[in-house]
């Protein structure tokens, strides 16, 4: 088993079969927003920031998929949200699988030097590490790529924040009976070069854990866009992002029930968000 160490046997290694020297390091330096040892992201640039909103209602026939009735209400939703955090919202609808990817390539190339962070939302089908263009599938790895810190230098140190409402698989959450209590010194500042890790400052919150279904009302929208919106209007000025999604995740898990009393073996099930994050700061909008 192959392992990265220095030679004293002091090093650090790798939990992983190694095959050294494949990847070369990229020449990117780019410029830390805020001081190093600050708790909270800078959100003193220029500009807010761009938030792009994908929504996919209708698919090609030969993909096999269902009109996603429901989800331009969540489009609407999150562009006004995102319109009054200050965020420069682009909306796109029924997109190719290869338009998505391509505008997300465009914008990640743009200079995002006076801005202080970059969202993207995507409503559509999913599976497992999949998602739907209005003709077919495309990796979800995909749509992160692009925003890498040693592709995209004028994020980086900036959060890079993704909403993905699309089912991770075809497994129910039955939820289980729970019993529950109801209650009526001075420092110099100077300059410093820091190496960061290509992947961090990344917010990706799904709309259900890997491998369960995503629940969305025809009407109202989907459970999990319902809820983000609706706390980013009450919490998004008074609370860390984190913090806010915690409510979320207790509200779409105590809150929604799915309703198909015509078809028991998907009545009254359960959703719960997954948040994966690497961040190395709090995400403040106040």
């Not at 920031?49 to 009109?67: A, D, R, S």
């Not at 030097?113 to 739907?132: A, D, M, T």
């Amino acid at each position: 088993m192959a392992e990265a160490m220095d030679e004293g046997g002091l090093g650090d290694n790798i939990d992983a079969k190694g095959i050294f020297g494949k990847d070369k390091p990229p020449s990117v330096e780019a410029v830390l927003s805020g001081l190093v040892d600050s708790p909270d992201y800078c959100m003193d640039f220029p500009k807010r920031g761009k938030c792009y909103i994908f929504n996919h209602k209708n698919f090609e026939p030969q993909t096999g998929l269902n009109v996603r009735n429901g989800t331009d209400a969540d489009a609407t939703r999150l562009y006004c949200r995102f319109r009054e955090l200050g965020f420069d919202v682009s909306l796109f609808t029924n997109l190719k699988s290869r338009d998505v990817l391509k505008e997300l390539q465009k914008v990640a190339k743009e200079d995002h030097s006076k801005n202080s962070c970059f969202v993207c939302c995507v409503l559509s089908h999913g599976e497992s590490g999949i998602l739907y263009g209005s003709d077919g599938k495309y990796e979800t790895e995909r749509i992160f790529a692009p925003f890498r810190g040693d592709v995209c230098p004028t994020l980086t140190g900036k959060p890079k924040i993704f909403f993905i409402q699309a089912c991770q698989g075809d497994k129910l959450d039955h939820g289980v009976s729970m019993k529950c209590q109801i209650a009526t010194d001075s420092s110099s500042i100077q300059e410093e070069t820091y190496r960061i890790p290509t992947h961090a400052d990344f917010l990706i919150v799904y709309s259900t854990v890997s491998g369960f279904y995503s629940w969305r009302n025809t009407t109202n929208g989907s459970w999990f866009i319902q809820a983000l919106c609706a706390a980013l209007q009450d919490h998004a000025k008074d609370m860390d992002l984190l913090g806010l999604l915690t409510i979320v995740n207790r509200k779409v898990a105590y809150d929604f029930e799915s309703f198909t009393p015509q078809d028991n073996s998907m009545h009254l099930k359960k959703q719960v968000p997954c948040v994966t994050s690497t961040l190395t700061r709090n995400i403040k909008f106040s």
